[in-house]
């Protein structure tokens, strides 16, 4: 069964920093992979994904991520960090075919001023 | 383009009440529909998921249901909350194709007390 782990609980950088939220998957197949942002009591937005194409993903708001087979890995990084960055981020694999999405447990980014 | 509306935003309900959250998708057909509930701390938890009218699967034994009566409506239910139903629910829509993203509503804050 594919599944997904985030490293860090709670982040924190100082706004300018740059920003690293690590991911590590397990799964028996080539993997879709996404990141999900969530500011408090909202929804889940994409921020990007990765679907077996180029291994290095863009996404919005200047984030970005690199799929790593050898290492199962798919951290996020920002080499900047804002403050409206501030939020909790999930690492996300698609199931063996494609019905369901597993969660990390999240990660909490706090930005400091 | 496609939107996702979830609602009620927010529901304070007594222990013992029924429950009916509803979701709706406009602007595609045929879509995957899931419902997530989302506890402090714990991440995503995938409650139910269809990929048709009338087909529901469910993914934990639970106090809750699922029923998809129209293409893109879901709705979820419980004829008697339960305490430990507290939580954060989010509903979310896919296409009907492997590997791919979702895209999730709002979500609906329910505190049983």
């Known amino acids: 069964a594919q599944s997904v782990t985030q490293l860090d609980s709670h982040v924190s950088v100082s706004e300018g920093t740059p920003v690293l939220l690590r991911c590590n998957y397990s799964?028996?197949?080539?993997?879709?992979l996404f990141w999900y942002v969530q500011h408090p009591n909202k929804g889940l937005q994409l921020l990007l994904k990765?679907?077996?194409?180029?291994?290095l993903v863009k996404g919005i708001n200047g984030f970005e991520a690199e799929f790593k087979k050898s290492e199962t890995s798919f951290h996020l990084t920002k080499p900047s960090a804002h403050m409206s960055d501030a939020a909790e981020y999930f690492c996300v694999v698609s199931e063996a075919g494609g019905n369901k999405l597993v969660f990390g447990a999240g990660t909490i980014l706090r930005v400091k001023s | 383009s496609q939107t996702i509306h979830q609602w009620p935003a927010t529901l304070v309900q007594p222990v013992g009440s029924p429950l009916s959250l509803e979701c709706t998708v406009e602007g595609t057909s045929n879509p995957n529909l899931y419902w997530y509930r989302q506890a402090a701390g714990r991440g995503l938890q995938l409650l139910f998921y269809s990929v048709g009218i009338g087909q529901i699967s469910s993914e934990v034994p639970q106090n809750l249901s699922a029923s998809r009566p129209q293409d893109r409506q879901f709705i979820l239910s419980s004829k008697k909350l339960l305490l430990s139903d507290s939580g954060f629910y989010l509903c979310a829509w896919s296409f009907n194709r492997g590997n791919t993203e979702a895209f999730f509503g709002q979500g609906t804050r329910l505190t049983v007390v």
């Open positions: 799964s028996s197949y080539s993997p879709s």
């Open positions: 990765y679907t077996s194409a180029a291994t």
